[in-house]
């Protein structure tokens, strides 16, 4: 008996799954994606599937079809199946980039089974994979000192919750007694807590920029910017639910008139140098547009501002205190002086002329800022380059 | 060409993906899982699909073949399909208990479009979702006080590389000033530093039980027992890679042999209280291997011990210096005394032999232990009940 006990052990060993009484058995056991001098080979099993395509932000976009028009869609290209069921397909040369993708079978999307590397945003979640070399190093995790990534959640008295949120703090941070400068790091509409973690990259980018002497050791806070939940979908106490893209009271001055409370709860828990000089806020999209609001509303409080790809547009539901006299207090954040007003925007971003407008805005205010123009469009692969770029500027 | 713009946003806005630009369509727009009175309703649309099938461990096991005849398997359920393409199917009403799940469309894997809420067990990623109630409710997030979760990496001098682990500091800790006592609490083959929050729900575990005052305030130590890892498979240094069940030098010695460094950085770290009487250890499969070892080479470090379906077997490996002298390290062990030896197992797990075989040793050498026999078999159902039932009994 015992040694039947021991076969079956090894035989259970020998699957891919610890449950191995109860597997769902989902592996195809190819290699997928492999890759090789920056080609990389896709593989799917489907001996019976009419047509296999695969979809990722590795390919060229495409037009589509929308309300107005043809826009920019991702690209799309066709396996081909050989005789052993096994449908295939290898890229030219990728440039350096964290890339995303997924299957279509029969029109049908299906991720890689033989890629449990996924990333979630809002609701849709796609495989993912790195072409090293150039920027995309900097999203790797490096044999270079790391820092610690903490999930903790702080009281908000004006929100009546008890919130979570990411902290970064650099690699030494536990051994020191110094005080660190603060990045506070805001996500998109659809994000959450998380976001910059996963779809950013940024422990991995504040890891990497440390340790070559480009950035300084810093703390970087990632809060939640959903002010109806107290942690992501799935992290937080509404349990699982399909998360949606924009959340009701995201964009209302909620968030932006409690912020003081975050910055608070930081400078009591952590060795935070507290100086204007020392304290930076950035974010993306709807990120950038809470940035931009944020940084006026406490106008003395950042010396370093990012703007990445802002949401700056009229909102109706923008209506509260937070976004009475825009002006004047854009006016007292530029008389108290900043070191750093960072802008940046994808030329094909659809935000692009709001952006350039409220540029125009700053000009006529003789506002000081920084303009950066990049390609493409609203996209991580560019929020995680201004990341990049924007926190060697700081402190 | 603004009001364009704008009209551009708002229907990106109102697509699901915030890379709408590139967005990969995926989502089917369908709710699935649908809960009502723990009865779950799934969904799948595939109008061309010849069969739909759904295998999870929320429906009873399935005799499958393997070398050694007929084993458990997963059991497997065919959907409906309706006139618009959609396939159903909704259960009987299921026990409170956090289930996994996929779909066949074919015979081929597909992950659910519709539920982005997924866990990975070594290579196979599945869907989840809870059914609240009785054990279950420990699982889920509550609004109860929250311990601060951090992913942290130690030097390890007997390893040569610097190591992550996952470390979980109660309600409380920051704002405190005593010291805590420490569960180090180990995972199985193929598991790693993620397995015990993601699959074990050990966060969610350890706050309500503190919270409903059934446990004393911990701090918990998850590391990472594969010695040839630096981190998680995607969160360590060698990137992404598909992950094995088995990794060499998991079972050989190594880890037991350097456990002490993980136990110094956490004493050096963290405010622990450093007696025996504060400290414990726990794994499963074979982070019971690992506790069962690891226990008796530090043998007066410990005061509970717990082996949850703890993968006792003969290795062909297993040459280290840790494995020298068992007998007489375990009667060492048993003479410095400790408050509890607890010992789990499933009554279908294929090691079961195994531990009665053990049970039968420590009862000649007069060595006390706590014996908990349940039903099913190596699952992770299992692991996170023996926590919930180990946890409590501390300290």
Known sequence: MKNVMLLIALWIFSLPNLQAQEAIFRSQDL???EMEDNKVTFRFYAPNAQK????GDFLPTEKIDSPMGKVDGPGKVTLIKNDKGIWEFKTETLAPELYSYSFLVDGLPALDPNNPFLIRDVASVTNIFIIGGAQADLYKVQQV????VAKRWYPSEGLRMVRRLTIYTPPGYEQSTQSYPVLFLLHGAGGDEEAWMTLGRASQILDNLIAQGKAKPMIVVMPNGNVIQDGAPGE???GFYKPQFMIPQTMDGTYEAHFGEI???VEANYRVNKEKSQRAIAGLSMGGFHTLHI???YPNAFDYVGLFSAAIMPRKDATGRVYKDIDA?????????YQLYWIAIGETDF???????FIKKLDAMKMPYTYVETEGGHIWRNWRIYLSQFVPQLF
């Open 145 to 148: 000192p790391h820092g610690t």
């Open 31 to 33: 290699i997928s994606p």
């Open 351 to 357: 935000l692009y002329d709001a952006n350039q407008e």
């Open 263 to 265: 910055i608070d709860f």
């Open 236 to 238: 937080g106490s509404k």
């Open 52 to 55: 296999v395509e695969i979809t």
């Open 295 to 297: 940084s006026r509303f």
């Open 329 to 337: 207090t854009l006016e007292q954040q530029r008389d108290n002086g």
